[in-house]
């Protein structure tokens, strides 16, 4: 009988946090954005390791533990890097987790993290090119 308490214990506790809206309050991506519902995502799935301002999060990512993902205010990356990243976990050698979101929600994050990340991002020249 002991395990059925601590079984509806735990179900109580997720729907709890679930019911939260962690991460929603400070999400500075307007509601009717359309890509509002990959903020929410990004929020609640990636916050614990990196920072986009956009989600409201503030990642691992400058506190130099071994769970930092990069702080994408000073990254940009294309909506098909993003994709990749989510799919396979990263890239080469990420400790990232593979398919954190899949499908439509894995394409909203995506298309999220392409359109918001790098607002703090210096340009720097690419191979064969000079600085504007």
Do not use: W
């Not at 990642?59 to 994408?72: A, D, F, I, W, Y």
């Amino acid at each position: 009988m002991r395990p059925v308490l601590i079984i509806a214990a735990v179900i109580a506790a997720a729907l709890g946090l679930a019911a939260c809206g962690y991460g929603e309050e400070s999400i500075a991506v307007s509601k009717s954005d359309p890509n509002y519902e990959g903020a929410e995502l990004f929020s609640t799935h990636c916050a614990g390791c990196h920072t986009l301002s956009a989600a409201g999060t503030q990642g691992s990512g400058n506190r130099g533990e071994r769970t930092q993902g990069p702080n994408l205010n000073q990254r940009t990356e294309t909506y098909e890097d993003a994709l990749f990243a989510i799919q396979n976990g990263g890239f080469s050698g990420a400790i990232m987790p593979q398919n954190i979101v899949v499908g439509k929600e894995a394409e909203a994050v995506a298309r999220f993290v392409a359109k918001y990340a790098g607002a703090d991002a210096e340009e720097s020249p690419r191979p064969g090119q000079t600085s504007p």
